[in-house]
């Protein structure tokens, strides 16, 4: 069993930096790939970033390369989403989930999904 909890959500105009984190419980988050979906007001959740179990591998959506970055520290079973260039289409609940396999781009390849946290990017 994982439980995930996410912080750094805010309210931020357009063109700042905003960093999420999700820690984790339990002994085996080493064992997961880690990913971030986001779902907007009216849409469907979509993927956002994923990292491997160790972090070697990492993974984007189109609208986010270049300027989200996604890390873990597995010694503090966290995961991090550093988010630059913010738009207001990036406006959203994120939400950090841990997968055993699977496509990481799809939301049924994660097992466990934490609460998610707000982000309001103003223009």
């Known amino acids: 069993q994982v439980q995930l909890v996410e912080s750094g959500g805010g309210l931020v105009q357009a063109g700042v930096s905003l960093r999420l984190s999700c820690a984790a419980s339990?002994?085996?988050?080493?064992?997961?790939?880690m990913g971030w979906f986001r779902q907007a007001s009216g849409k469907e959740r979509e993927f956002v970033a994923a990292?491997?179990?160790?972090?070697?591998?990492?993974y984007y959506a189109d609208s986010v390369k270049g300027r989200f970055t996604i890390s873990r520290d597995n010694a503090k079973n966290t995961v991090y989403l550093q988010m630059n260039s913010l738009k207001p289409e990036d406006t959203a609940v994120y939400y950090c989930?841990?997968?055993?396999?699977?496509?990481?781009?799809?939301?049924?390849?994660?097992?466990?999904w934490g609460q998610g946290t707000q982000d309001t990017v103003s223009s």
């Open positions: 989930a841990a997968s055993r396999g699977g496509s990481y781009y799809q939301t049924l390849s994660y097992d466990y």
């Open positions: 339990g002994r085996t988050f080493s064992s997961y790939a």
């Open positions: 990292i491997s179990w160790g972090g070697s591998s990492t």
